[in-house]
């Protein structure tokens, strides 16, 4: 009896030590979402992000602003300087980035809360088209992964009730939505011990299901969702 209870508590702590090495070497998702951010803002804080988490894989989710919030509005060639920045900017570090398209938002709603005249002669959805198309441009340019979120909520729907809370930020289910698309990107093997920066606006950060002003980050935010696919 006494060689088999040291044997089982021998196991016990082997098992233990296993359990915590896994847990180790997981695959680290990184939210760095700040709600209301730009490109501008975005490529001039994206170095520091870098030095922070030294990540394998960068996931740009950025331009709704530029296109969609008339307070933070930018033209089309700032916005592709800036998106392009942002990317050389990772690859300068040997991280591979991966570019979000922006969904379609529901306009009804959007524009209950927006002026037509605020987006100054060019309507949201223009902007959006130019924002997207300029992404499209810089993962085929700088040999960057694409996301076509926008072909993939329009798929399922639109931003509509179910996806989205607002017409632009999403549910819980519009949110996986956008983590299996992220996922789909990636590598199917990831090794242990990567790290993952999503890296972006109030979609990265997870305005709809988790709460403004740097909230713990809940398990329905994108990239909570990225981390539960990547176990």
Do not use: W
């Not at 998702?29 to 951010?37: A, H, K, L, Q, T």
């Not at 305005?207 to 909570?224: F, L």
């Amino acid at each position: 009896m006494h060689t088999f209870g040291r044997v089982t508590v021998l196991h016990v702590l082997l098992l233990s030590l296993l359990a915590c090495l896994s847990l180790a070497a997981q695959v680290h998702v990184v939210n760095d979402g700040f709600p209301g951010e730009n490109t501008t803002e975005l490529d001039a804080r994206i170095g520091d992000a870098l030095q922070q988490f030294h990540p394998q894989y960068v996931v740009i989710f950025a331009g709704a602003n530029d296109s969609l919030n008339d307070k933070k509005l930018l033209p089309i060639g700032l916005t592709t300087r800036n998106l392009d920045a942002m990317v050389r900017t990772v690859q300068t570090t040997g991280a591979k980035a991966v570019l979000v398209q922006v969904h379609t938002p529901d306009m009804v709603r959007l524009m209950s809360r927006h002026r037509i005249e605020d987006y100054r002669g060019i309507g949201p959805l223009q902007r959006l088209t130019m924002v997207n198309k300029s992404i499209a441009n810089i993962a085929r340019k700088d040999h960057a992964a694409l996301v076509p979120f926008h072909e993939v909520l329009h798929n399922a729907g639109g931003a509509n009730k179910d996806l989205s809370i607002d017409g632009v930020h999403l549910t819980a289910k519009g949110y996986r939505l956008l983590a299996q698309a992220v996922r789909n990107q990636l590598p199917s093997q990831i090794p242990a011990d990567t790290t993952i920066l999503c890296f972006g606006d109030s979609i990265t950060y997870g305005i709809g299901v988790r709460p403004a002003n740097d909230a713990p980050e809940t398990p329905e935010t994108y990239p909570s969702q990225l981390r539960t696919l990547l176990k």
